[in-house]
Each structure stands twice: as C-alpha cells, then as structure tokens.
DNA sequence: CGTTAATTGATCGCACACGATACATTCACG
DNA sequence: CGTGAATGTATCGTGTGCGATCAATTAACG
C-alpha cells in the first residue's frame, strides 16, 4: 500500500518538525506558509493557494492565526479591492532567521544523502503532478 | 523542501482517492482503517492504532462512525474489559469486494511501474521509521 | 450606463489529528 | 486481600483541510 505509506510518512514528518517548530510558535501548515513568504513576500491570497494547493476556506483562517500572531499583516488590494495581499511584518521576517536551522535538522534526522533526499523530492513531486494530472483528466472527460 | 514535497503528494494522493472512496461511502483515514480490518479482522483499538500510527483521541470517533455506516462492531473484550475490539460486519466483509478495485485504479494514476513504486514505498517506510526513530532518541535523551 | 457574469475571500459544517486529561479496569506488591 | 501503579479507552479543546455556499468587487456585454 503506497497510499499509506505516504500517508504515515508524512505524519512522521509533521511530528519530526513540531519539536522545532514548538519554540518558534508555529504550527507544521503555519510553518509551510510561512516559509512561502520567505521566499516570496508580499503574495495574494490565491497565489498562496496556487503554491500550498490549497483553498480560501483552509487559508483564510491560517493567515488570520499567523496575523493574531503579529508575524503577518492582511490588507487589500489598493488596485482590485477583491484581493487580499499577505506580507510579513518585522516579526515574521525576524521569524526567519530563527527557523533557518529547523530543516538542517531534518535532513540530519532523515539520515538521506543529498543525492537520495533529491530524488525522493524529484519522485514525490512527479507523482502529485500525475496523480493532479488525472483527476483533472477525469473533470474534464 | 522535501517536507513540502511530502505533505503536497499526501494531499494529491488523499484527493485521488476521493472520487473513488466515494461511491464506497468512506473517507481516506476510514478506508486505510478497514483495509487494516480486511487484512485482519477483530483487532483491538491499541492494535490498530500501533498500525496505523494512531492515537485514541482519533481512533475512537473513526471507529464510531464506521460503527454508525454499520460497516463494523465494537464490543468489550471478555477477558479484559478495558480493551475494545473491533470486528467487520457483513457489511464491512460485503465491501471488501467492492474495494479492490480501489488501489489498482490509483496505480494506474500514478503511472509507476511495479519497481518504481515498490522502491518509493520502501524509501517512504525507512524514512518514516528513522523519523520516529529520531524522535524517540529526543524523548529518552 | 446598467445588468450580468466572473473572480476573490470569507463563512459554515464535517472529519481528521493531536496534546492533555479523565475514567475504568487490571496488575503488582506487600 | 487491599491499595497504588499501569494499561486501555474516551473526552475536550485547538488547528487544519475540504465541499458547499455567500457576499463583495470587478469585468464584460449590449
């Protein structure tokens, strides 16, 4: 069962990264958009959600948890006022250089080579591409 | 960011399942329950949690609602009451039948071969078990 | 210009998942 | 035997995720 192979590992995973994520106050999904912010600031709503794969209805209270926190600031969008811009205030960019060491801690726990730890990345992302790719498929025809 | 990699093919696999689990009336965490069932039947709630890796706080509400579609029964153990077994109902054994089909449509969506997906799940298992593993070092450490 | 369609977030309800805790039952020890 | 520790399950509160739906804003069209 592949499923649930993939299934309990990632569980492992998100229970690995708690420990660390613990002190920084985030939680595992609060920990991912975050992270998404690091490397991009100043996004919308949607392309959160592009990136996350995930809906509004998930999003909305996440950004509003990581707001009450004082890492975010939500405010609309001067130009199309449907849109939500999500930036980070100067406590979540401080945020980041806290959390620079958490996945240098999970790679050492994993035990995975560069080379393996790549590939896995590599096979994981081509099967959500193709499984994503079907249920399109099956959407359309 | 392998944990991303992880958490996104989670989740695509979890939606692939969906429009299949569907018809069958179950979720994703309530078919991997019965598929521990239908492998072996008449477990206790500490044995399937050991399997699935899963605590009470969860098991005992999917195990009711699985109670409630009729699909299983729960009864004290008569030796030792503090234990709850778990059994299929007709019903529960009926949907076996229907079920198989299940994982060969999403091996086809997929689009691994055998070997392909043989070593993914072997990867997945050996990382799950060093995540844990890594954790338990932390808690005794 | 005004009505309609599309886009964007937000809200509601349900189902996990887990930490912490409570409770009942059984076991171990004197 | 009786009492406290250990075991097994259930309960409570918080935080995701998603389907369905709604409200607000913008765009498109006659």
Redesign the pocket.
Known sequence: MLCFAL?DAA?AM??AY?PLLDPLGL????YLLMSALWVRDDQ???EL?RQL?????????????LEAKGLIA?ERDR??????RVRLTREGQALHAEAVRVPRCIRAETGLSDAALTELRATLQALQARLRAAGMDEAVG
């Open positions: 299934y569980h998100q229970q708690k939680t595992y999904p609060q919308t709503l949607t959600g794969h995930l809906e509004s209805n998930t999003l909305t209270p996440l950004v509003k948890r939500r130009a199309d006022e449907r849109q939500l």
